[in-house]
Each structure stands twice: as C-alpha cells, then as structure tokens.
C-alpha cells in the first residue's frame, strides 16, 4: 500500500475528480458519509457533539458530517472559524447546506471566540485542519487545541489531528497539536502516522475508503509504501521437493564474545529455523559447552581468542554471512570487523556491536560493499549518524545512508522501516510490543541471514526476514499474551509464521 505525501494526496484528489469524474463537493459529501458512519458506529444519539471547523476543505468535511449527524437526530453545536473571512468553496457550500438545515446549530466565529463548555459525556470533532498543514499552529487555534486537549471530551479528528502534519514534525510545536482518542484518515495512512512520539496525538486510528481512482493511485509513485502479505507472497521461495541440505544454502554467523553466547544462540538458531540447509557460527572458545548444547545442529568453528572475535576468517564456501550480535566493541575486535566486512564475498548482515564499531569509526563506512544490509535500532542508528531529533530525520538518515552506500538499511522499531539503496522506503505492519525484549534484533539478523543463504536476494530476503519476524512475533503474543514474549519465543513460532504464508 502506497503512502503520499500531502502534495499528492491533493493531486490525487484532483485527478479523482476530474476522471471519475465526480464534483469536488460530491467527493466531500463521499467522505463525509464514510466519516459519519465511522462516528456513529461507535457513539449513539445521547452523546452531545460539539463540531470545530476550519476555513478549509477539512473544515467542509466537518461541516459535512455535522449536517448528517443533526439528520440522524443527534444533538449537534458547529463552530466555523472564519477569521480571514475565506472560506474554501466546498466549505462555503456546507455552511450553506448546514444552516439550511439547522441555522441555529451553526457559530461562525469572525473576530471574538467564546468557547463552550466541554464535558465528559460530550465528543469533539475536529475538522480545524487536514493535510495540507505546512506549519505549526499559532495564535487563536494553539489557544484552541489546547483548551481541547485540556477537556475531559472525547476527540475524533478528520482525517488527521490539527496541527499534525503530514510528514515531518521535526520543528512543530507538540503543545498545539490535537491529541485525538480516534482518528478517521481517508484512503491512506500518513507517514506521520508510523512515528512512535506522534501515537500520543493518533490515538485509535481507522482508514476510511472513500473510492479515489484507482488509476490515479497505480500512476503516482510512492516514496512510501506499507507492507501487505500481498506484496510477501510471491517473494516466497518454494522449497525443492528433491532439495538436500547442499541446495539449501550455507550460513556463517560471527557472533558471541564470552559472556555474550546468548546473541550468538538466539541468531544461530534463528538462521537455521529460516531455512538455511548448514549454519557455522564463528564464536570464542569459551562459547563451545553452552552452543554444542544449545544449538546441536549448527557447526562451531571456533576463533583462536578465548573470549572474544579476532580475526576475519574466509566466507569462500558460505552463501550468507551474518555478524555482529554480542561481539563487543574492543579495539581488537573492531579490526576483525571491518577486515571481515571487507573481505567478505557473500551478502552480508551487519547487526548490533558490528554497527557501534563502524560508529567509533565512521571512516570504514566508506569501505563497506555494496549490496551490505544494516539492521540498527534508533539508538545504534543515532551513534552511527548523530543524534536525531525525531523518527522523521532518523528516517531521513537513514534512506540518505542506504542511498550513500548502496545498502540497505532496516531502522527496527514498531513500524520498521527498509530503506533501499534507490531511495525509497518500505514499513513493515507485523509485530507487537510483547517483542520489546533483549534478543530480538539478534532473532532478525538470523532469519535475514538464513533467507540470503537460502537464495533470497537482499530485497527480498529484508522485506520477507521483516515481515516474518513481526508475524512470529504477532501469532506468539496470540497464544503467550505481549508481556510475557522474550526472543526465543519468536524462533519458536517462525515455523508457524511460515506456515501462515504458505497456506
């Protein structure tokens, strides 16, 4: 599913109606029917509902709603903010088919603002702005949002809370944003949406399908798109009937310095439950009683170090290689990394303390080889690029990294984000919160690693490894509940989330 900006969000408005074609006001009258039903699904005729409309089209979309909500008989009061004395034509039309309906229900608000009083049994609708916000609120509307915010009423907003914008809020102002308990947006998600500090000002969001065209949204590209199993299904490679272990692949995992042998487990058996025919996992010596143990199907192969990862070994007979988890960041260490990195001549995974390494050296970033896949949380990711702000400019980063070495960069977070070498930027939908836990980022890096192995391009191997690991993550906390899930939980529901894809 395609995320727009709020640029083409308003072409693809345009385009809708003049190849439908459909006037701008019946459009309007559309979504406002999809509005009203969402409200009215959720409260009854005893709720009192108190409309705040702005100047503009997301003004008009209230206006729109107020006017079927008052023919459903509910007890309905409108204020339109008409401080410039302009209103948009579609607005301009609602008010009129407003006040021909209810005149007395309807406040337009000119110069003085008299507030009215907001109780707890009563639901706000804010349809103040929409998408086309570009910057933050001030004056008499910041006054506004935050009386709302500071009301025991409930909140719904059109499309998008007023004051949020689109995409970035990097330099917004958070005090003048309506904090929504359900959002009613059309037709799409707004990245804005994805960033975890803007789910305080979201809450309950439900994406009403208003029709736009079709051929209008298969024309725009996206920079955006959130994953669908639609868009899993055929990346799925079928296993060989007469497939043997060699066919299957062979993986390398680097991982585990002494005192850390629970990455190198977690990534070890993540790999292997992910289909990888072979899985060697480099580890110190120290390592050999808990991992002969605990992973009796992989080969140890083991560093020459007692404690910790020294020197980079060959990848010639290895199809995958994954590296990083529980290495630690020593000075010896490091340098095995990078001379690891640079020597490999298998795609490659680069997860936790590989990434801190290239932090304290930002330098070796420039010898990394094409085609290498980094699997940072926000934190790792800040280290390596510079504080960041909010999730928008960490995003941003991160695709201008993925563009800067031709990688490809997979930001962990509820929304993962895969950002591609050419610039664009996939979201993952699977996952939960229960997967907040020590060890999963381990659990990624080895199911990514064992689909390269297995013969998955890196693409692929990224948006499959992605997808599979939250779903793993979904059907555990199913059965297990969120607060209970810790990482070994996700290996030991991979099979079911394979299963889930392949029925």
């Known amino acids: 599913m395609k995320i727009f900006t709020s640029a083409q969000i308003h072409e693809l408005d345009k385009y809708t109606i003049e190849h439908e074609p459909i006037k701008s006001i019946d459009l309007m009258e559309r979504a406002a029917k999809a509005i009203t039903q969402a409200i009215t699904d959720v409260w009854n005729t005893a709720t009192p509902i108190i409309v705040f409309a702005g100047p503009g089209n997301n003004g008009g979309d209230a206006l729109a709603v107020a006017r079927m909500l008052i023919e459903r008989n509910y007890d309905v009061k409108v204020w339109l903010f008409n401080i410039s004395g302009h209103l948009s034509e579609d607005c301009a039309t609602n008010k009129q088919r407003l006040a021909d309906k209810r005149s007395k229900a309807l406040f337009e608000v000119t110069q003085e603002f008299e507030p009215p009083q907001l109780e707890a049994n009563m639901l706000v609708i804010d349809g103040l702005f929409g998408s086309g916000l570009n910057k933050p609120l001030a004056g008499g509307f910041a006054s506004l949002v935050k009386y709302i915010n500071a009301s025991p009423s ?69 920079n955006y798109t959130l994953l669908e199993e639609s868009d899993i299904l055929p990346r799925v490679l079928k296993r060989d009937p007469f497939a043997h272990k060699g066919k299957m692949g062979n993986a390398l995992i680097i991982a585990g310095s002494y005192g850390m042998g629970g990455a190198a487990i977690l990534a070890t058996k993540a790999c292997l439950r992910a289909g990888a025919g072979k899985v060697t996992v480099h580890t110190p010596k120290r390592n050999n009683v808990i991992m002969q143990i605990s992973v009796p199907e992989a080969i140890i192969q083991f560093d020459k170090e007692e404690t910790t990862f020294s020197e980079a070994v060959d990848t010639e007979d290895f199809n995958a290689l994954g590296i990083g988890p529980g290495l630690g960041t020593s000075e010896q260490t490091a340098i095995a990394i990078i001379a690891q990195l640079r020597r ?70 509820h929304n ?88």
């Not at 795609?347 to 590989?354: H, Q």
């Open 154 to 222: 409930k909140v719904v907003s059109i499309d998008i809370p007023s004051g949020l914008m689109t995409e970035d809020n990097t330099y917004n102002v958070r005090a003048n944003i309506i904090r929504a308990d359900m959002t009613l947006t059309l037709q799409h998600q707004k990245l804005s949406f994805l960033f975890a500090e803007n789910q305080v000002y979201i809450g309950q969001l439900r994406v009403l399908v208003i029709r736009l065209s079709k051929e209008g949204i298969e024309k725009t590209d996206a």
């Open 344 to 413: 490999a001549q298998c795609p490659l995974v680069a997860d936790a303390d590989a990434i801190n390494i290239l932090a304290n050296h930002r330098a070796w970033l420039q010898q990394l080889p094409k085609g290498i896949i980094l699997t940072p949380h926000p934190k790792e990711f800040d280290r390596l690029e510079g504080n960041c702000t909010d999730s928008y400019e960490r995003l941003m980063k991160a695709r201008d990294l993925a563009e800067r070495i031709q990688g490809y960069v997979l930001l962990k977070g």
């Open 416 to 503: 993962t984000s895969l950002c591609l070498p050419d610039g664009h930027i996939i979201f993952n939908t699977t996952g939960n919160a229960g997967m907040a836990t020590a060890g999963s980022g381990d659990v990624l890096t080895g199911i990514i690693t064992g689909l390269l192995a297995r013969g998955y391009k890196q693409e692929d191997a990224c948006i499959v490894g992605m997808y599979l690991h939250g779903l793993a993550g979904d059907i555990a906390a199913r059965d297990l509940g969120e607060e209970s899930i810790i990482a070994s939980d996700l290996i030991q529901y991979l099979p079911y989330a394979f299963k889930r894809l392949n029925e």
